[in-house]
């Protein structure tokens, strides 16, 4: 297939699945899409969302005769300085294509950039008067166009963006068209800096107006928990309280702040990872099945999760900071920030009863991996004394090797009867050779422009979760939770495997999971 008819084909994809979950009504939607990235000289922007919009673009979901770019940010500089700031990030420095760099130069021309405050409305006045020729030069119909606003900001300045794109940048009448906003997390500090917020915004824009980015939610294992979980018929009876005796969510990074310290230390690795990212995750792993894939009956059901678990106590709690860590010039001598944290959740409902839920997210140690690990109880009256081996693990992982395997006991060939710990192996890179796995961000961006706010977080959810986490982040900010010294390179503080061990997870001790050579 050439690219011209790749494209084409993706575009009718694009026609086809747009048509849902748009504000107001079912509009086809015939205007021009106007793409605004807010801190568009900010890291995230250079590194996740550019990107992004690059690869949509490259596959025929932004089509050019719709679509304009515009980048805003305090910073004074050109088009062209922008254009040239984005290239490295867009396409490798070796071996990029020439159909790389044509849809570069292509890509590039559909970028302009518009400098000012972010509490000023001349500089808004501004952007919108070129948002306004953009969509007059696309023939749109006043009304009919679509503008997308996205926060690569830090949270402090999205009340005074959001006053000004209301002020100044919205859509002028209500044809169909649409105004969306997309904000970052952190999401607040704790539930009542996050209800604050919320609440200012929520008086300029309304719910269904508003996608609040977890890019967690966009990763291809993450959108597959509903498929496996609810489309396999000998997942159904087995997923409770009587088979599955804990619940692990990892996130672990084999390296430290480096570079972000200063910022790091004001969240620390709960508000960071765990109150969110790992969070999300542990909703999706816990739900009940939704009464259909509509975004809200699935966020209802992540929002029961939430509402069901238990105060934490804290005697399942385990803070650690790596050595080193307050080297860092922009890090206060006397931080008492958490680098690693391993949490148990409870969840007081029928179905996970006396389940632990145990989140571990850290950073600076001995593995790079984010992976979902559900252990299974042992099998009663065990004839082949196989225990030792091991119990059946489901084990999502998420990054990098993206795989689902089972763990299982089996028979080790030759002659004599003895078991060993295997696994069942589904490896993404072996069984799906030539897919690319889309980014998180494209998946979550694609999302924004079609209106589908499944994989997005809601204001209730929000609020559940801060509330989940809230007095034990008071407590570390007061200094009353002291974080435990780790070596840089480790598995964390010795008490999380302790505190792992007194949950009732069962380690293998001798089998490593090799993901598959091609």
């Known amino acids: 297939m050439g690219t011209s008819e790749w494209h084409i084909e993706r575009r009718a994809s694009f026609d086809s699945e747009s048509t849902i979950a748009r504000e107001p009504g079912n509009v086809p939607e015939t205007g021009s899409l106007s793409i605004v990235v807010l801190g568009a000289s900010g890291d995230l922007a250079k590194k996740k969302t550019f990107p992004a919009l690059f690869h949509l673009y490259r596959q025929g979901f932004?089509?050019?005769?719709?679509?304009?770019?515009?980048?805003?940010?305090?910073t004074k500089i050109s088009d062209d300085e922008l254009r040239n700031r984005l290239r490295s990030y867009l396409v490798p420095e070796k071996g990029v294509s020439p159909q790389q760099l044509e849809d570069l130069e292509k890509f590039s021309k559909l970028i302009k950039y518009v400098s000012g405050a972010y509490d000023s409305e001349d500089g808004f006045r501004l952007l919108d008067k070129e948002i306004s020729e953009h969509e007059y030069l696309k023939n749109s119909v006043e009304?009919?166009?679509?503008?997308?606003?996205?926060?690569?900001?830090?949270?402090?300045?999205?009340?005074?963006?959001?006053?000004?794109?209301?002020?100044?940048?919205?859509?002028?009448?209500?044809?169909?068209?649409?105004?969306?906003?997309v904000v970052e997390k952190p999401f607040g500090r704790d539930l009542?800096?996050?209800?604050?917020?919320?609440t200012e915004i929520g008086k300029l824009f309304e719910e269904p107006q508003i996608y609040r980015i977890d890019h967690y939610l966009g990763k291809e294992l993450v959108q597959n928990l509903l498929v496996l979980r609810f489309a396999n018929r000998f997942f159904l009876p087995l997923w409770n309280r009587d088979n599955i005796d804990n619940v692990q969510i990892v996130f672990r990074e084999d390296f430290g702040t480096e570079g972000r310290g200063g910022y790091f230390d004001q969240y620390g690795i709960i508000r960071d990872i765990i109150q969110n990212h790992l969070l999300q995750v542990l909703c999706l792993v816990a739900m009940e099945?939704?009464?259909?894939?509509?975004?809200?009956?699935?966020?209802?059901e992540k929002v029961k999760v939430l509402e069901s678990v238990l105060p934490i106590r804290d005697d399942e709690v385990v803070l650690g900071q790596y050595e080193g860590y307050k080297d860092d010039p922009t890090v206060p001598d006397e931080s008492n920030t958490p680098t690693f944290?391993?949490?148990?959740?409870?969840?007081?409902?029928?179905?996970?009863?006396?389940?632990?839920f145990i989140l571990k997210a850290g950073k600076a140690l001995n593995s790079r991996k984010a992976e979902i690990r559900v252990q299974f109880k042992d099998v009663p009256?065990?004839?082949?004394?196989?225990?030792?081996?091991?119990?059946?693990?489901?084990?999502?992982r998420l990054q990098p090797s993206e795989a689902i395997y089972m763990k299982l006991t089996v028979k080790q060939p030759g002659l004599e009867m003895s078991a060993v710990q295997s696994e069942l192996d589904l490896s993404y890179g072996q069984r799906y050779q030539g897919v690319t796995i889309p980014e998180a961000y494209e998946r979550l961006i694609l999302d924004t422009i079609r209106g589908d706010q499944q994989h997005f977080v809601r204001r209730d959810e929000l609020k559940a979760s801060w509330q989940i986490f809230t007095p034990l982040l008071h407590r570390i900010d007061d200094g009353e939770f002291k974080p435990i010294p780790y070596k840089p390179g480790s598995r964390g503080p010795a008490e999380a495997d302790q505190l792992l061990e007194k949950a009732g997870y069962v380690q293998t001790h001798g089998y490593i999971w090799i993901p598959p050579t091609l």
């Open 62 to 74: 932004l089509p050019p005769d719709e679509v304009h770019i515009f980048g805003y940010a305090r």
């Open 143 to 181: 009304g009919l166009s679509r503008r997308l606003f996205y926060l690569a900001l830090p949270p402090s300045v999205y009340p005074s963006v959001c006053k000004m794109i209301k002020t100044c940048c919205m859509n002028k009448s209500d044809l169909g068209g649409w105004t969306r906003v």
């Open 192 to 198: 009542q800096s996050a209800e604050e917020l919320s």
């Open 289 to 300: 099945k939704p009464v259909s894939l509509k975004p809200e009956h699935i966020r209802d």
């Open 341 to 356: 944290a391993t949490v148990v959740l409870r969840i007081h409902n029928e179905r996970w009863e006396g389940v632990p």
């Open 381 to 396: 009256g065990d004839i082949f004394k196989c225990q030792k081996q091991g119990r059946n693990e489901f084990v999502i």
